[in-house]
């Protein structure tokens, strides 16, 4: 049985079958933070979080990679230009966090633990709309080259 015209006219006419493909971005920044929850006493704190709770501050380099994924446009060959990804992370992400502290300095982390994974939850919601129409499809934040966190939106 075949399709009815309907359903074939209201495919994408810009990309017809191209294929979906994941382009990622990968981005460095450094910043300081204490993981701190602090409607928990101090000796909770210190037992749950030891040396990441240290009240003088400690720093991180982190990697972010960015992911985006959708068809492949015909006209460039791109899914996503690379280069616009980078200064979109950059505005949206880096250039306020870099050399920042994640408790005091980072608007969107206000009133937050800044654990890895409240971090890249908190990033995925500054980037996923600055992305449209391409898809956000997966963060990974690095905190050390051994720990690392993903996030895929859900
Ligand atoms: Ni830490």
Known sequence: MSLPDAFLSCRPTSSPAMPDVTVTRRLQFNAAHRVHNPALSDEENERLFGRCN???????????????????????????????????????????????????????????????ENIIVAIWRELAPAVAPARLARLVLWETPNNYVEYTGE
């Not at 720093?59 to 992911?67: F, I, M, P, Q, R």
């Not at 230009?81 to 505005?91: P, Y």
Request: net charge negative; hydrophobic share 35%; proline share 5%.
């Open 54 to 116: 240290n009240p003088n501050w400690h720093g991180h380099n982190y990697t972010l990679d960015v992911s985006v994924r959708g068809p492949i446009e015909a006209r460039t060959g791109y899914v996503f230009d690379l280069g616009a990804l980078k200064k979109i992370v950059t505005e949206r992400v880096l250039d306020r966090v870099d050399h920042r502290n994640f408790n005091l300095d980072v608007d969107f982390m206000h009133g937050v633990i800044p654990t890895s």
